[in-house]
């Protein structure tokens, strides 16, 4: 089915340890961005690819990294995890014009420990 | 001020109800708007558009207020399978193509 891939779905990492979550979209969607979701926080933008070639900060980047491998791939890596990075961080992807939402993934539900 | 604000809830609805709720916006240059729906634990799913003039689908309605910076959402006949947290997401024509999300309306519709 065509959508927005997530992997992993679970990950649990020791603090100072590094991961890279993975996202892929076939939609053929130029723009792609990663979200953090805490209790009683909402959606927190961490960083966006808004077309292939170009990436920016979101609100919250601090700790993060991240690379748009080609226009169906954008990959987010935690360099070295904290406890403060326990989320579910989602990954969606959007056409360009504004009458388009976004399609998330499933999202990764990440413990850091 | 929040760019997108939403009442957290929860709206508790007896079943077959009717319930209703809305969402204001800051900027009044913004040009899309969208109510999505976000099961406990899941991700957020696109519920519907919401046009100038107002729509419908099936049992939602969405509505628009540009001079007052609002949208609405109204659920008639509300099923156990509403509950949900429904976010209000607005297209403000940011850089990078992003929208800006709402905190959610909790609903909880019981027997």
């Known amino acids: 089915n065509a959508g927005v891939t997530q992997t992993p779905k679970f990950q649990v990492l020791k603090t100072g340890q590094s991961m890279t979550l993975q996202c892929a979209q076939d939609m053929n969607h130029n723009s792609m961005y990663w979200y953090r979701q805490d209790p009683g926080m909402g959606l ?26 080609n226009k169906r ?41 | 001020r929040k760019e997108v604000e939403q009442d957290p809830g929860p709206f508790n609805v007896p079943e077959g109800a009717t319930v209703a709720f809305n969402c204001t916006y800051s900027n009044s240059a913004s040009q899309s708007f969208f109510w999505y729906r976000q099961d406990c634990r899941k991700e957020p799913k696109l519920l519907m558009s919401v046009y100038s003039s107002g729509n419908e689908d099936g049992r939602f309605t969405a509505q628009l207020n540009r ?45």
């Open chain 1, 44 to 69: 927190r933008l961490i960083y966006y690819s808004a077309s292939e070639g170009t990436t920016d900060k979101g609100e919250v980047p601090n700790g993060y990294n991240v690379s748009r491998l």
């Open chain 1, 73 to 113: 791939e954008f990959s987010l890596r935690l360099e070295s995890a904290a406890p403060s990075q326990t989320s579910v961080y989602f990954c969606a992807s959007r056409n360009s014009g504004s009458d388009y939402g976004y399609t998330f993934g499933s999202g990764t539900r990440l413990t850091v420990v």
């Open chain 2, 67 to 111: 001079a007052s910076q609002y949208i609405s959402l109204l659920i008639r006949d509300s099923k156990l399978s509403d509950s949900a947290t429904y976010l209000c997401v607005v297209n403000q024509l940011t850089a990078g193509n992003k929208l800006t999300f709402g905190g959610g309306t909790r609903v909880l519709v019981k027997p």
